[in-house]
């Protein structure tokens, strides 16, 4: 079979779907519950896409919670690049690889291997657009059978992403050059929800874009035009931007929707709130 397009945003499953057995194509099962850590194996062993592989969010999309210094570096923070690429062989992607993320809960955990990818120059890589349930909808049946393993050979390029850490942060509250857009749901970004972050608010200045405002009724992303229309009104240009949100995960949902909305060059706070808010010596702001 021979691949005659790169997906580097979304994918519909009806796109998918003849292509799911490509030997050049890589499907990765993203699904995560952050209550239960344990969710997404019990989930993967009971029903996935054929020929997915199984990534776990705090295993594989994240790194240690601890810099050698010994300083917090949030709940989710990036893996390190050769841990990174390491899992990625093991999954069988490659340089040509065409890689397809999903998840169960609107394509929030996709879209934070999606980022990954494309921090190690890898833009084949899309998220299936309305996730399993757009899957299944189409009538496909899940499998319960596990892939064999096909090592990959992908490697590190030039980085497709930007990403900024606390200490630019900090200095763009007196420079005001960046303007931060945080994904959380309204409540937490007010500081009203103590049982996700104990420490409630925002960074000041901060402005709040819940990642779900991207998707439409079906769980389906918005139009790029629609999406373009709603950032626009947020920030006057997109490489002054940057994304945060609790961890470092939904903040990656944002950028994906930039990038299918033509809004190319936004910036990632891995860390986010709660590395930001671990120290009490940053500034914090709650309410609207």
């Known amino acids: 079979m021979t691949q005659t397009h790169s997906y580097k945003t979304l994918i519909s499953a009806a796109n998918l779907r003849p292509n799911a057995h490509h030997p050049n194509w890589v499907i990765v099962d ?39 210094s010994g300083t917090f570096k949030g709940r989710h923070p990036l893996p390190e690049t050769d841990a990174l690429v390491t899992t990625l062989r093991r999954w069988g992607i490659s340089e040509n690889t065409q890689v397809v993320a999903y998840d ?30 757009a899957w299944q909808a189409e009538g496909q049946i899940l ?23 606390a200490e630019e942060i900090l200095a ?14 309204p409540d937490r970004f007010r500081g009203e929800n103590e049982t996700i972050d104990p420490v409630g608010g925002h960074i000041p200045g901060a402005k709040n874009r819940f990642f779900k405002d991207n998707l439409q009724a079906d769980g389906r992303f918005k139009s790029g ?42 910036a990632l706070y891995p860390g986010s709130w709660s590395e930001w808010c671990a120290d009490a010596t940053r500034p914090m702001a709650k309410g609207a």
């Not at 609107?106 to 299936?128: N, T």
């Not at 892939?147 to 992403?161: C, E, K």
Request: charged residues 15%.
């Open 30 to 68: 993203c699904r995560h519950h952050l209550m239960d850590p344990s969710a997404d194996l019990a989930a993967y062993a009971a029903g996935h896409i054929d020929g997915a592989r199984l990534a776990n969010l705090d295993r594989d999309l994240c790194g240690p919670k601890q810099a050698v």
């Open 104 to 133: 169960a809960t609107d394509g929030m955990y996709a879209a934070r291997l999606w980022w990954l990818l494309r921090s190690i120059g890898h833009d084949s890589v899309a998220v299936l657009d309305g996730g399993l349930a």
């Open 143 to 165: 499998t319960t059978a596990e892939p064999a393993p096909t090592p990959g050979n992908i490697s590190v390029r030039a980085s497709l992403t930007s990403s900024v850490d």
């Open 172 to 185: 763009n509250l007196t420079s005001q050059y960046r303007i931060v857009i945080d994904a959380r749901a």
């Open 225 to 266: 035009h629609q999406l373009q229309e709603e950032f626009d009104a947020l920030i006057s240009a997109p490489q002054a931007a940057v994304m945060q949100c609790g961890s470092g995960v939904t903040a990656c949902h944002n950028l994906l929707a930039m990038e299918i909305a033509g809004l190319h060059g936004a």
